[in-house]
């Protein structure tokens, strides 16, 4: 990459298996070729098979961390995951538009590969009137927009329905990812008010699906960083992802749902392949 590192800033819980969260961001944004910093929102106790237990932090704290990073670094993009509670996601949103910071990209994190919740209920309007306004992309898979929306999502009408609805919560792009639907590939849907894109791989055969959802927003913003136009930001975002998921069957990291393989573009046989799984 040419000139100076894009900087992309994580906001997010920290996952002490390493797979999802700002650790997975982190490692991503590595891949990717852009510095990464971070802000964490939470400390979680868990593995590949449980969440065990989850510290929230203060809100006063996490304005601090935020505070302290971007009146000393100009940052190119910002991806946020777990935000856990109302206080956190209005302390967030302050910041973030206080400073102006481009390219947000929210992922709205609800509930764990494993089950848990990583959201509580009641902070669910606050996320969607103080938040998603400010994003330039949400990237909710099938739970998580039903939850948004309302909308019990089966089949494509529901997902166009579902699209209309959630661009209405202000962010000026949708990315709806289709893994939880009933189809042979794994395809997503991108929205701008007008035209709908969609992005299809076929589906692998794996378990390590731990930290998909970070993964896939951590590589947006890092796309977005580099000045990448969204729709081709989301087909490399997505090119990545297949191969992280692709290559976390040779990692096979704990006992349940393992990590991806964040670093599979830089071995010597992948490296600059781009090619569409």
Known sequence: MKGEIKRVL?????????????????????????????????????????????????????????????????????????????????????????????????????????????LREDAVEVLKHHLLPLATIITPNIPEAAVLTGIAIEGYTDVRNTLELLYNLGSPFVLLKGGHLDSPDATDYLFDGHVERTYSTRRIDTQNTHGTGCT??????????????????????????????????????GRGFGPLHHGWNLTKTSKNNNKLF
């Open 10 to 118: 994580t906001i997010a819980g920290s996952d002490s298996s390493g797979g999802a969260g700002i650790q997975a961001d982190l490692k991503t944004f590595s891949a990717l070729e852009c510095y990464g910093l971070s802000v964490i929102t939470a400390v979680t106790a868990q593995n590949t098979t449980e969440v065990r237990s989850i510290h929230e932090i203060p809100p006063t704290e996490i304005e601090n961390q935020l505070e302290a990073v971007l009146e000393d670094i100009s940052i190119d993009a910002v991806k946020t995951g777990m935000l856990a509670n109302a206080p956190i996601i209005e302390a967030v949103a302050t910041i973030l538009k206080k400073y102006q910071v481009p390219n947000i990209v929210v992922d709205p994190v609800m509930i764990s590969t494993s089950g848990a919740s990583l």
């Open 216 to 253: 896939y927003a951590a590589a947006i913003a890092a796309y977005l960083a580099q000045g990448c136009a969204m729709p081709e930001t989301v087909r490399l975002a997505k090119n990545y992802l297949t191969g992280a998921i692709e290559g976390s069957k040779y990692l096979n990291i």
